[in-house]
């Protein structure tokens, strides 16, 4: 009986799998040693755990969760990426470098399959960034004031640009096998994409052109208007790196250059293309309508709820914050008296989206009755703002009239504002737009600022830091038809108040 012959090829095609996988992890751990590298791993992972913990803005305890994946996209990640592609350029010209190419001949190992293993090493960095990314995520998801929606599209940005950095190192490396050939190549690259930026204006194909496209606004949208293409992105950035692993091991591969390399380099360019065409169709006219419809009419996209005496109307993402909202509302008409006391509200959320994430324009002051506006973001200065704008509609009538406030009512609406506050004067700085407790200043609002003057500014700073709380509620109770009265000193507050008069005439910043 004869001996079946083993199964030589497939025996080989394991080994040399295991070779690469081999090489993949020896390249890895000798990445990792690099200084760049290392450094640029502990600032990222250090730098995100840091602001997790420690936030240093009050709004980062409100998270929108449809901007905090575009955030995970900026910062130290970009400078793993970069620090990636120096290594990964000098990793592939160490045998070029210490003269050892030729000793390469002798080995069974393919060039190919050394390429292929320098790229297999900037694997395990693109899942240190996916977990890292996916944990800031988690963390801020997990949070009880987080609203809104993530993309796992945007979330895949980060890994994927460690991904191409690599990539593009090691295609450096092969088509210019010159250690000072990659931090040029880099530098050109660059000059270009400033030079097709500013030739093609805002030209939404040139835009995303670039691996990481930063949209950054003082407002967050809906998830539903933000109109990223980022699926798109994902397939360009999928389609780059494979097209630069694949182009590397073409042009490392000397002579035997196979039809299925050929195929592969082919493929990969398609997929490239196609991702660069989908994500440079620009808004389509249906989202167009929607960011119109929203900005214009918000009743018809909102959900409203009712708490205690007024009503809250928010789009859908944000309806659990309505009791967040209330609790301000509350606050505020808390100090006030008359019939501002119980009067009613309507609590409405709006936004300008039909600019997108490239527009920051201020939200037009409402001249509905005891309507009040309250922003998308939450928490930090807007708190005081969104009280701000509570107090003006109850001393005013609406929002409208109580941003041209310019007699003493305006210390009237800033004891409402920030009287109740845990720590009033910190709220008096922080919704004042020079974060000052003293001179004239513009006051924040969701909407059109107020101002104060010098005068105004310090008989509501004496009131918040000599007067008692309860003597000044009680006086403000007992004297609100002539506290809040059309013309009204800002003399006569302060006495009423119980403060020294100031020096200066009741009149508008900047008049």
Not at 71 to 86: C, D, E, F, M, N
Not at 186 to 210: K, Y
Not at 217 to 232: K, N, Q, Y
Not at 406 to 432: E, F, I, K, N, Q
Request: hydrophobic fraction near 45%.
């Amino acid at each position: 009986m004869e001996a079946t012959a083993p199964p030589v090829a497939t025996d080989e095609k394991r080994r040399g799998r295991a070779a690469v996988l081999a090489l993949a992890r020896f390249e890895a751990r000798e990445l990792l040693l690099q200084i760049p590298v290392a450094l640029t791993l502990v600032f990222y992972v250090g730098y995100t755990l840091y602001g997790l913990l420690f936030p240093e803005d009050g709004m980062d305890a409100y998270p929108a969760l449809q901007d905090v994946d575009r955030a995970t996209q900026s910062g130290p990640s970009v400078l793993l990426g970069i620090a990636l592609l120096v290594c990964v350029n000098r990793a592939a010209l160490r045998s070029r470098r210490r003269g050892t190419d030729r000793h390469f001949d002798v080995l069974v190992m393919e060039p190919w399959r050394r390429t292929v293993a320098h790229a297999l090493s900037v694997v395990p960095y693109a899942v240190g960034t996916a977990l890292v990314v996916l944990g800031a995520f988690t963390w801020q998801a997990l949070r009880p004031g987080a609203v809104g929606h993530g993309s796992v599209a945007e979330l895949a940005v980060a890994p994927l640009f460690v991904l191409f950095c690599g990539a593009m190192g090691l295609l450096i490396a092969r088509l210019f096998p010159a250690v000072f050939a990659a931090p040029v190549l880099v530098i050109l690259l660059f000059t270009l994409s400033v030079f097709v930026s500013a030739s093609t204006g805002d030209a939404e194909w040139s835009r995303w052109l670039s691996p990481i496209v930063s949209e950054n606004s003082s407002e967050t949208l809906p998830s539903d208007l933000i109109g990223r293409p980022a699926a798109w992105h994902v397939l360009y950035l999928v389609g780059l790196v494979l097209l630069f692993v694949t182009g590397a091991v073409f042009a490392g591969h000397g002579g035997r250059r196979t039809w299925q390399v050929k195929t592969a380099l082919a493929g990969t360019l398609v997929l490239a293309l196609t991702g660069a065409v989908g994500q440079g169709q620009g808004v389509s006219p249906e989202l167009t309508a929607a960011r119109e419809k929203a900005t214009t009419h918000p009743e018809k996209e909102q959900t409203c709820v009712r708490h205690g005496r007024s009503e809250y109307c928010a789009f859908p993402e944000w309806t659990v914050r309505t009791g967040t909202w209330a609790g301000v509302v509350d606050r505020v008409q808390n100090l006030a008296g008359g019939s501002a006391a119980e009067q009613p509200l309507v609590v409405r959320q709006r936004v300008e989206a039909r600019y997108g994430l490239d527009g920051d324009g201020t939200i037009e002051s409402s001249t509905t009755p005891h309507q009040v506006t309250v922003g998308t973001r939450w928490g930090g200065n807007r708190i005081p703002e969104f009280a701000s704008a509570v107090a003006s509609a109850l001393v005013a009538g609406d929002e409208a009239k109580g941003g041209e406030l310019c007699d003493g009512r305006v210390v009237t609406v800033m004891w409402l504002a920030v009287g109740g506050a845990s720590d009033p004067l910190s709220d008096l700085r922080h919704v004042r737009l020079d974060d000052s407790t003293s001179g004239s200043a513009i006051v924040l609002s969701p909407t059109n600022p107020l101002s104060m003057s010098a005068g105004q500014t310090d008989v509501v700073r004496e009131v918040l830091s000599s007067r008692p709380r309860a003597e000044v509620t009680s006086a403000v109770k007992s004297h609100w038809d002539e506290l809040t009265a059309p013309g009204v000193k800002t003399a006569d507050v302060a006495r009423v108040l119980g403060v020294e008069a100031p020096k200066e005439a009741d009149d508008c910043v900047g008049e």
